[in-house]
């Protein structure tokens, strides 16, 4: 294996690393709570629904309003405390006032999810691999540029 094939691979890993760190601890936080702490489930009301309007136009001049909904609002009492949570992405097919199983987090209730949506599926790892992957490779080929502009000497980066 050549220098310039352990450099990437290297710098690869380092920012694989780094970037599953970053996706568990930042951006995906609750996410990685409930999917690794211990849970509780329990059932939740759904009080509102956030949809997107969006008016389609047709080539005769005709418009329709079309909604989707995005997705929704729902409350939940824990240990006698009530808490409310929205923005979760669901199937069609419930209304408002519709009761829900939801899991939550025991040390933390703020954290909760619908139960059994089919995106949680697979482990946590799994679901974001992909994205870590393809982020983690554009990381280091970034790197490598730069390291090739600042350094002007064979980082592995042909130009």
Do not use: C, Q
Not at 103 to 125: D, H, I, M, Q, T
């Amino acid at each position: 294996m050549t220098r310039s094939r352990k450099n990437y691979i290297i710098v690869f890993l380092i920012s694989f690393v780094l970037i599953w760190l970053s996706t568990i601890f930042y951006f995906d936080k609750n996410e990685f709570d409930i999917e690794f702490r211990e849970k509780g489930i329990t059932t939740a009301t759904i009080f509102n629904f956030g949809t997107e309007e969006v008016i389609e136009e047709y080539n005769d001049g005709r418009s329709v309003d079309v909604s989707d909904v995005e997705y929704i609002e729902y409350s939940y009492v824990v240990n006698g405390k009530s808490y409310k949570y929205g923005s979760e992405h669901f199937p069609n097919g419930y209304s408002i006032g519709d009761k829900i199983e939801i899991e939550y987090v025991k040390g933390n209730p703020l954290s909760s999810r619908l139960k059994g949506l089919e995106r949680y599926k697979f482990n946590f790892f799994i679901r974001n691999l992909l994205m870590v992957s393809i982020f983690s490779f554009l990381l280091m080929l970034a790197t490598f540029y730069i390291l090739g502009l600042i350094n002007n000497k064979d980082t592995g980066w042909e130009s």
